[in-house]
């Protein structure tokens, strides 16, 4: 599976972005899609994931710093999952990652050392 981020950019706060992650090589209808993200000088955390349940829903996880602004959605037609933000705020600069997995369950959709397949990253600035 190759991943491919677009959509970053240098925006002011309060102000929205939609990131994209298109998928090739293979239907990430099933896969865990994630997205993470590294602030200049910290580790990369976790931000949003969406998930297929056994009923063939999606389930949405978010990291609390984004919870209400952010959202995480799929078009399995295009092979794509979007991170739209909104109400950005200066602590969301960072690079922005997409990351996808087959057999990722549970708890495991925070921990970035069980994603398999990574995306090139996308960079989010937001000045105040």
């Known amino acids: 599976v190759q991943l491919q981020a677009s959509g970053g950019g240098s925006v002011q706060a309060g102000d929205s972005l939609r990131l994209s992650c298109a998928a090739s090589?293979?239907?990430?209808?099933?896969?865990?899609m994630s997205w993470f993200r590294q602030a200049p000088g910290k580790e990369r955390e976790f931000v949003a994931a969406?998930?297929?349940?056994?009923?063939?829903?999606?389930?949405?996880y978010y990291a609390d710093s984004v919870k209400g602004r952010f959202t995480i959605s799929r078009d399995n037609a295009k092979n794509t999952v979007y991170l739209q933000m909104n109400s950005l705020k200066p602590e969301d600069t960072a690079v922005y990652y997409c990351?996808?997995?087959?057999?990722?369950?549970?708890?495991?959709?925070?921990?970035?050392?069980?994603?398999?397949?990574w995306g090139q990253g996308t960079k989010v600035t937001v000045s105040s």
């Open positions: 969406s998930t297929r349940s056994l009923w063939s829903t999606y389930n949405t």
């Open positions: 090589g293979r239907t990430v209808t099933t896969y865990a």
């Open positions: 990351a996808a997995d087959r057999d990722i369950k549970g708890s495991d959709v925070y921990k970035e050392d069980k994603y398999l397949y």
